[in-house]
């Protein structure tokens, strides 16, 4: 049974930071990814990783956030740096295995002052 955990949302003030993290079991995961959800908006991909390691990210986040992920532990993480009121979305996690994808439940990120 596969079992996908965000953690690490919050209320922050702009130009803070946060990191999230994301613990999946169950399965081996080639590629993990963190997506995000403001309201009235499409979900949209934030950043991703597969397991040989090239990351890609929005236009919006370049710079500012850093995706990383340890393998042995099936766990990846997102350090959101110089967080503005536009990052402000539900983040989830997505991980994926040659026969399914998989979502998290979804963590709150708030940025305001």
């Known amino acids: 049974q596969v079992q996908v955990l965000e953690s690490g949302g919050g209320l922050v003030q702009p130009g803070g930071s946060l990191r999230l993290s994301c613990a999946a079991s169950?399965?081996?995961?080639?590629?993990m990814g963190w997506y995000r959800q403001a309201p009235g908006r499409q979900r949209e991909l934030v950043a991703a990783?597969?397991?040989?390691?090239?990351?890609n990210y929005a236009d919006s986040v370049k710079g500012r956030f850093t995706i990383s992920r340890d393998n042995a532990k099936n766990t990846m993480y997102l350090q959101m740096n110089s967080l503005k009121p536009e990052d402000t979305a539900v983040y989830y996690c997505?991980?994926?295995?040659?026969?399914?994808?998989?979502w998290g439940q979804g963590t709150q990120v708030t940025v305001s002052s």
């Open positions: 169950g399965s081996v995961f080639s590629s």
């Open positions: 997505n991980v994926r295995s040659i026969w399914a994808q998989y």
């Open positions: 990783i597969p397991s040989g390691g090239i990351t």
